[in-house]
């Protein structure tokens, strides 16, 4: 299947920070990429859908102000966590769409994990 | 979206088949029910698809029932490295710019030697 990249893998920041995660298809252009978040032992929540060159559309209870997503290219997509709070520390997980080849379009990255201090 | 329902754990012997069962009564005529897991710390994998026909590629086998309202995941031989967390997902379609996929609590899987 397709690669995504996400970068970095961990970061530890101090708490009113801003750090920003990077999501990347190496081998494809993805039209959407979507921004997941993961507690320590629950599920994915999804927090925001964004296409290329457009505004993100975030899930009910996300603050958009908080989680910046920019999808300036075909092959980036970018989270910043802004003014970073303890409870802000999660997995980030970003996964990239495809329209090309089957029906299994989407692709997920390894993960970036935030810990705020 | 349609509500999927799975085990919250199972576990299973090296080498022999790992059945998983998911519910998705209420899943509708164009929707695809997809298999994800997620190995510890890691992004999820993807495992599988199917609409209404049963699958089958080098990871595993999709059953699903002739209703389409439940479906189970076959792992043939199942190894220790299979030890993760599956997702049974039923996808909702966006117009033209792929799916949201909505995870549920999936199962743990644990393979045991």
């Known amino acids: 299947g397709a690669v995504v990249s996400q970068h970095p893998s961990w970061v530890i920041c101090k708490s009113g920070t801003s750090v920003k995660i990077e999501c990347r298809s190496l081998?494809?252009?993805?039209?959407?990429m979507f921004w997941y978040r993961q507690f320590p032992k629950q599920s994915l929540m999804l927090m925001a859908t964004?296409?290329?060159?457009?505004?993100?559309?975030?899930e009910q209870g996300v603050e958009k102000d908080k989680f910046l997503i920019n999808h300036a290219s075909l092959t980036l997509s970018t989270l910043t966590v802004t003014s970073a709070h303890p409870e802000d520390s999660s997995f980030y997980i970003c996964?990239?769409?495809?329209?090309?080849?089957?029906?299994?379009?989407?692709?997920f990255g390894p993960g970036t994990r935030l810990t705020v201090l | 979206d349609a509500k999927t329902t799975q085990p919250p754990s199972m576990d299973c012997a090296e080498g022999r088949a790992a059945n998983l069962p998911c519910n998705h009564s209420?899943?509708?005529?164009?929707?695809?029910v997809y298999w994800y897991r997620q190995i510890h710390s890691q992004g999820p994998q993807y495992i599988i698809h199917?609409?209404?026909n049963n699958e089958t590629n080098e990871m595993a086998s999709l059953i699903i029932t002739e209703d389409r309202k439940s479906s189970t995941l076959i792992l043939p031989h199942a190894t220790l490295r299979d030890t993760a967390v599956y997702y049974c997902?039923?996808?909702?379609?966006?117009?033209?710019?792929?799916?949201?996929?909505?995870f549920g609590e999936g199962t743990q899987l644990t393979v045991n030697p």
């Open positions: 996964s990239a769409y495809t329209s090309g080849g089957t029906n299994n379009e989407q692709f």
């Open positions: 081998d494809f252009q993805a039209t959407t």
């Open positions: 964004s296409n290329e060159g457009s505004k993100a559309t975030y």
């Open positions: 209420t899943i509708s005529g164009n929707e695809y």
């Open positions: 199917g609409l209404k």
């Open positions: 997902i039923v996808r909702v379609p966006l117009r033209g710019s792929g799916s949201r996929l909505t």
